[in-house]
């Protein structure tokens, strides 16, 4: 909880540009993983990673970009291929094994 | 892949009420069921979640059936209080090797516990 950190809290964009979401975390956890909100819906999965330089393509993956160069950080870039990036943006990570998923305070994105 | 339901969207009770959320799942590989409270603007924290080997779990006014035959579970809240209201979200997990244990998380419910 704490641990995880994802800025900015708000972020606007204009169609066609891309744009790179943060999240770092301290808990020294394996698994890091990006999800997407929308209202009336629950979280999607559009990327996931289970080790450094290492990452799978969640249900929603097209338009995004992940990478995981250190285990601390997992950045989302939502690229101008995403359709409709207008979102409430969560990363969460995982201890192996068993651990439950905590989740990060979130992004909202708006692109106009 | 996975597909969990989740039903009602909404739902409003009396404060001191029970409230029951239900979700089912597709994949009867999946071995572990949490749920999540999100309240507005927040982010999901984890309430409750069980694993397959058991049929029922309890937390104080919180529980969680398993009915694993039938592939679906249920949240049950009794004695319902203001602070109650939020959004609740099931999810179901499949076993992978690694760390990376993937959710597959229905549509949410909307709880209000009304005053």
């Known amino acids: 909880d704490g641990g995880i950190t994802q800025s900015p809290k708000y972020l606007f964009r204009k169609e066609g540009q891309n744009v790179t979401l943060s999240c770092e975390q301290n808990l020294n956890h394996d698994a890091m993983y990006w999800y997407r909100q929308d209202p009336g819906q629950g979280l999607r999965l559009i990327y996931y990673?289970?080790?450094?330089?290492?990452?799978q393509k969640g249900d929603i993956a097209e338009g995004y970009s992940v990478s995981r160069e250190k285990k601390e950080s997992f950045p989302l870039t939502v690229t101008s291929a995403q359709k409709n990036p207008t979102a409430f943006y969560l990363c969460?990570?995982?201890?192996?094994?068993?651990?439950?998923?905590?989740f990060g305070p979130g992004t909202r994105l708006t692109v106009t | 892949g996975e597909n969990v339901e989740q039903h009602p969207s909404t739902l409003s009770v009396q404060e001191g009420d029970s409230a029951v959320i239900k979700c089912t799942y597709s994949?009867?590989?999946?071995?572990?069921f949490p749920w999540y409270k999100q309240e507005l603007g927040k982010r999901p924290q984890l309430i409750i979640d069980i694993r397959s080997n058991v049929g029922e779990k309890k937390d104080q006014r919180i529980a969680v059936t398993l009915n694993k035959t039938a592939k679906h579970f249920s949240l049950h809240i009794t004695e319902t209080q203001p602070e109650d209201s939020a959004v609740y979200f099931c999810?179901?997990?499949?076993?992978?090797?690694?760390?990376?244990?993937?959710?597959?998380f229905g549509s949410g419910t909307q709880l209000t516990v009304l005053p």
């Open positions: 999810a179901a997990s499949q076993p992978r090797s690694g760390s990376a244990r993937q959710l597959t």
């Open positions: 969460a990570t995982k201890l192996a094994g068993w651990g439950e998923q905590y």
């Open positions: 994949d009867s590989a999946s071995n572990y």
């Open positions: 990673s289970q080790i450094v330089n290492d990452f």
